[in-house]
């Protein structure tokens, strides 16, 4: 007999719950802001802590369309710093006057004399006695004017919690995650990071605003035993590599994956596939104030279709950014994001669908909210 002759609303809704479980998390297109839920190691990795909120509204003028929403937190706390030996001075020394006083023209207006180094000599006593007479204070911001800070890798510890949660429909799904990152310095120039995860994943269908056809169908009294739903409990688990301008990193999901529920549906041969992720960026300083940032999130799936995504962003003057973003085969993206204060980013991103579901929506919505945690001015995020 031909099931699908016969299948029903309920039966169409379980596939695409399903499917849901298959993916492990709702895809997200600011997925900079959740990060470390695609790698734990990525969990502390800016300069300061923070937290960040958002909202998803996918297919918009759907009815029953996905909905998501998601919390994520980020808390650094720093170790010891390493020095790795010290750069060349570009002065001699902490105020080289000798090289002060070479830097000051003779004026062209000025009276002849029969030796011109008197001059530099008359700018190099009037620079000496002027450095007597500063305070000590005074003296300590020259020295950090004069000379270039020494390279200083740090250790650091990355504790960070995210809940994602997603409503389509008379289907609801939530992830609630834990992580937890150590960053080591490698080198002067490299840092490295390795760090881990708990999550679980809860998926429930609300069966009883179902019209069901067949009530005595075996996958319908199945969900019906469990009360609708089903908890998996799994670790992510990844290493990253970063510099100034470079960020590489690997995660595996699923290791240690079990299903937590009261009975083991018959829909998948395995409830939680294993997921690959890799995850690539660059910051290229394009003039002064100028920064552009290319990332690569790839999604190497054991039985749902894998992903490809491409971004690039240019942020200005760190208080502005604008980008775009291309999901293989699925939707090309744009997003913006500007710092209302300097410690409060506003984010927006629309999605075109390229599959067959854009003649039938206006498109996806997102917005978030990031809160950086900072005494005064915060510094360049390190991922927008």
């Known amino acids: 007999m031909n099931l699908f002759k016969y299948i029903s609303s309920v039966l169409l809704l379980l596939f695409f719950m399903a499917h849901q479980v298959h993916a492990q998390q709702p895809h997200v297109t600011q997925y900079s802001e ?23 509204q996918q297919w918009a003028g759907d009815e029953g369309a996905p909905t998501t929403m998601f919390f994520n937190s980020n808390f650094t706390i720093e170790g010891k ?4 030996g010290r750069r060349k001075l570009k002065y001699k020394s902490p105020y080289d006057i000798d090289k002060l006083a070479e830097e000051v023209e003779y004026p062209e207006n000025a009276l002849m004399i029969s030796d011109p180094s008197l001059f530099h000599r008359y700018v190099k006593d009037s620079i000496k006695t002027s450095v007597r007479r500063m305070d000590s204070k005074t003296k300590s911001a020259l020295r950090k ?181 291309y999901r293989h085969k699925e939707s090309v993206d744009f997003m913006a994001g500007i710092m209302i204060t300097d410690a409060i980013k506003v984010g927006y991103a629309f999605d075109y669908a390229l599959t067959e579901l854009k003649t039938n929506n206006v498109g996806t919505h997102e917005v978030s909210l990031r809160f950086m945690m900072v005494k005064g001015k915060a510094p360049s995020p390190y991922i927008w």
């Open 34 to 56: 959740i990060i470390s839920t695609y790698n734990p190691a990525f969990t502390g990795i800016e300069n300061f802590s923070d937290f960040n909120l958002g909202v998803r």
């Open 81 to 84: 710093r390493k020095r790795f």
């Open 145 to 325: 004017k004069l000379r270039q800070k020494s390279f200083r890798s740090q250790l650091k510890h990355g504790l960070g919690a995210a809940v994602l949660y997603q409503e389509a429909g008379v289907f609801t799904s939530y992830q609630v995650n834990g992580s937890y990152a150590f960053h080591m310095p490698i080198s002067r120039k490299w840092q490295a990071a390795i760090g881990v995860a708990g999550v679980y994943s809860n998926n429930r269908l609300n069966v009883s605003d179902l019209t069901i056809r067949d009530v005595n169908d075996p996958t319908y009294i199945d969900y019906q035993s469990i009360g609708g739903a089903e908890g998996y409990g799994y670790l992510n688990v990844g290493a990253t590599i970063y510099n100034e301008h470079f960020y590489a990193g690997y995660s595996y999901t699923n290791m240690l994956g079990s299903s937590l529920g009261e009975s083991q549906l018959q829909l998948n041969e395995k409830a939680i596939e294993d997921v690959h992720n890799i995850l690539l960026g660059l910051r290229i300083e394009a003039g002064t104030k100028m920064l552009l940032t290319p990332g690569i999130l790839v999604q190497q799936k054991q039985l749902s279709p894998s992903v490809v995504n491409l971004s690039m962003k240019a942020v200005y003057d760190n208080k502005l950014m604008v980008g775009a973003y």
